[in-house]
């Protein structure tokens, strides 16, 4: 039932994936958490994947996470007399606020923030970044930019402006419509897009109120900048690769995936790494060498998380993508320098009984060769601090909470099993014992570590360490 690999997959799904029969196997091949982009599809959809996420949840037994994906603003240029336009280097180009159709003169810029927030020389980027633009001159209704990189412009294409702090909610309308919606569905996760600014992380705090957990996407320059306030805001943090990359010059984004992934790691919040990771995997049966190499870098950095888009979503060979990064994964944490690699950048523990407890818990189990460290949790506080420890010995969680499992899914090397609470201090040890004998964790005679709080069943009280034998 559970997997010999710490990091976790996240499959996103979509019209490749949407029968039982396929997200069965994406589950069997490796995926930890499904992935509903509420940026394409009806509510009729995504209900009804999330169902079928459910079912193959109680077919396999396997605690399965669901992460639903928000939108955010979408910032967009008009739209064209003759649907397209070309733009020529150092030319003269408008933005304004007149919704008559453009041409290679002027647009329609209709998103009165950007005109807010830009000065002149701001740069504007448009579709991706192919299109640059200048700024020379702001009026209330109207941007004069200098074309520096030209081509071919057409309608509702997309607009960046990575230097400036847009006065823009990372909340619009519609997420807030299908936040309400994907909280009445049960999910367990909720990625937040277009995150500015720890401000915005609070305000979907507010509205979720401890329904779901929280993921900021680190995608705007912004939020680069402010990681440990965002990081200090949320339950977990995205590396979203696809915007950061036109946000910021290409050749930054690998040094600022370590900087996250340090830096979440540190906190002990949970990262993804997300974006055209097996991307050629959409229409060919085997990727690149280049995309094998940027999974494996991820792994080796740590990161709780790699996630699959349009790969697992609309392309061609889901189950064989998830099949391939569960075995890049795999050989990459089979490697001697792995945990060797890892162990530089972890942190000293807090002045916390926690965090002291987790720590005490590694080092013994090292010392007495343990086979397993179990760790009873409510609200997975105590597992998300035993994973910040990143061990060598497996991590076996056990929970009476159902959500908490869920949302665990996703955490480097939790291996939860949904169980009853320990009653008394015996039934902590037999229970611990019994469940490692069943899930193939240790045999008798050998020897596992047991973190757990007393009183039982009180959340945040993790004072208990205990070495058992299994008998």
Known sequence: MHRRRRT??????????????????????????FRLNMSHGSYEAAAKLHATVREVEKATGRPTGIL???????????????????????????????????DSTRVELPHPEIYQAVEPRTELLINDGKIRLLIDKVEKDKITTTVKVGGEISNRKGVNVPSAILPLAALTGKDKKDLSFALDLGVDWVALSFVQRPEDVREAKNIIKGRAAIMAKIEKPSAVHAIDEILAESDGVMVARGDMGVELPMELVPAKQKKIIRHARRAGIPVVVATQMLESMINAPVPTRAEVSDVANAVFDGADAIMLSAESATGSYPEEAVSLMNRIARTIESEPSYLKM????????????????????????????????????????TALRASRERPETPLLVLTPNIGTARRLALVWGLNCVYSQDAVNFQDMIDKA?????????AGIGDRIVIMAGMPFGTPGKTNVLRIARVE
Not at 92 to 101: A, E
Not at 345 to 371: C, F, G, L, W, Y
Request: hydrophobic share 40%; with cysteine.
């Open 8 to 33: 976790r997959i996240i499959a996103t799904l979509g019209p490749a994936s949407s029968s039982f029969e396929m997200i069965k196997k994406l589950s069997e091949a490796g995926a930890d958490v």
């Open 342 to 381: 890892l162990g530089k950048d972890n942190t000293a523990p807090e002045a916390t009984t926690a965090d002291a407890i987790s720590a005490a818990a590694k080092q013994v189990a090292i010392t007495i060769e343990a086979r397993a460290i179990v760790t009873y949790t409510g609200s997975g506080s």
């Open 68 to 102: 639903v994906d928000l939108q955010g603003p979408k910032l967009r240029v008009g739209v064209f007399a003759d649907e397209r336009a070309i733009l020529v280097p150092e030319q003269q180009f408008i933005l304004d606020m007149d919704n008559t159709p453009g």
């Open 433 to 441: 014992c019994k469940i490692c004998l069943e899930y193939g964790y």
